[in-house]
């Protein structure tokens, strides 16, 4: 995923875990948070908590492979901006960072 983020001009970092991700946001700006639900640790909605609460001008999305309405209702519920079932198609997420960012724009808050 990363490689092709890279391939198609987004830049990242990645993280193999909760702690991992909470480290980056510390020491560089981001504009968009992309994670896995099922993590090593804490879940994807553990480190929402800690990203909407730390840098709530940081968009975040979530991807889940499993098939749970539960985490859907919980991940709307709580707000993340953008929920991604697995498998898909990797301009699908591309497509929604992009119209993320370009929404938060829009909206006049510029994208940190």
């Given amino acids: 995923m990363g490689e092709y983020l890279e391939l198609v001009g987004l830049e990242h970092d990645s993280a193999l875990s909760a702690e991992q991700a909470r480290y980056c946001l510390e020491r560089a700006g981001y504009d968009v948070v992309v994670s896995d639900f099922s993590m090593p640790g804490e879940s994807g ?4 908590r800690y990203v909407s609460s730390m840098h709530p001008e940081i968009l975040f999305v979530l991807m889940t492979g499993c098939d749970d309405s539960w985490i859907k ?3 709307t519920r ?3 901006h953008a929920y991604i079932k697995k498998p898909f198609y990797l301009n699908e997420l591309r497509q929604t960072i992009i119209n993320l960012v370009r ?10």
């Avoid at 909605?45 to 929402?48: A, K, V």
């Avoid at 929404?103 to 940190?112: F, L, M, N």
């Fill in 78 to 80: 709580k707000g993340v």
């Fill in 45 to 48: 909605l553990d480190l929402f």
């Fill in 73 to 75: 209702r919980e991940a």
């Fill in 103 to 112: 929404h938060d724009e829009r909206k006049g808050v510029p994208a940190t």
